[in-house]
T-cell receptor
Framework: KNEVEQSPQNLTAQEGEFITINCSYS?????LHWLQQHPGGGIVSLFM???GKKKHGRLIATINIQEKHSSLHITASHPRDSAVYICAVRLDFGNEKLTFGTGTRLTIIP | SQTIHQWPATLVQPVGSPLSLECTVEGTSNPNLYWYRQAAGRGLQLLFYSVGIGQISSEVPQNLSASRPQDRQFILSSKKLLLSDSGFYLC??????????????FGPGTRLTVL
């Protein structure tokens, strides 16, 4: 079993829909990252969370440390949001290693 | 502002040939540097990281090596490529310091195909 599990693996939605991508992890962590990988392969860091909730534009990320679960929400989704969204966790403050989920492929249809 | 460069962008190499991928960061000093690989259909995997010049930590034993000859330069090498080395290689950096600087910034990547 992977230490970081994402669901769903694939998600197709209509433009304008509210999107939720989930990430569950099985170990204690110091931080959780949400990354966006575009079709060309480039990766952009969206959020880094250790507690609570963060918002940037139409993107919202939440984390529940007790339940070992994080969600990434996209409001008013747009075709340009189509990408692979990756969750990654850092185990402790002194650990350089990020453990990655396998990603959620999101396709927004106009 | 900081930028990160990788080259080449794509590379096709025969099995058994050597490899050298380069990553450079601009606009910051003493960054932590990372090499990741993303094999087809699989998640990202940390290969190496460096907290300073000449300091390399390996996460996954394999036929790859890394070097950091200058503060903002990180090189991934192999003496003899294997078919299994094919993948998308990403360099990343982050600021050193407190945990607030855990956010990593990724380069554009190098797509390597070993034939």
């Amino acid at each position: 079993k992977n230490e970081v599990e994402q669901s769903p693996q694939n998600l197709t939605a209509q433009e304008g829909e509210f999107i939720t991508i989930n990430c569950s992890y099985s170990v204690g962590i110091s931080a959780l990252h949400w990354l966006q990988q575009h079709p060309g392969g480039g990766i952009v860091s969206l959020f880094m969370l250790s507690s609570g909730k963060k918002k940037h534009g139409r993107l919202i990320a939440t984390i529940n440390i007790q339940e070992k679960h994080s969600s990434l929400h996209i409001t008013a989704s747009h075709p340009r949001d189509s990408a692979v969204y990756i969750c990654a966790v850092r185990l402790d403050f002194g650990n350089e290693k990020l453990t990655f989920g396998t990603g959620t492929r999101l396709t927004i249809i106009p | 502002s900081q930028t990160i460069h990788q080259w080449p962008a794509t590379l096709v190499q025969p099995v058994g040939s050597p490899l050298s991928l380069e990553c450079t960061v601009e606009g910051t000093s003493n960054p932590n540097l990372y090499w990741y690989r993303q094999a087809a259909g699989r998640g990202l995997q940390l290969l190496f990281y460096s907290v300073g010049i000449g300091q390399i930590s390996s996460e996954v034993p394999q036929n790859l090596s890394a070097s950091r000859p200058q503060d903002r330069q990180f090189i991934l090498s192999s003496k003899k490529l294997l078919l299994s080395d094919s993948g998308f290689y990403l360099c990343a950096w982050r600021k050193t310091g407190t945990w607030e600087y855990n956010e990593q910034f990724f380069g554009p990547g190098t797509r390597l195909t070993v034939l």
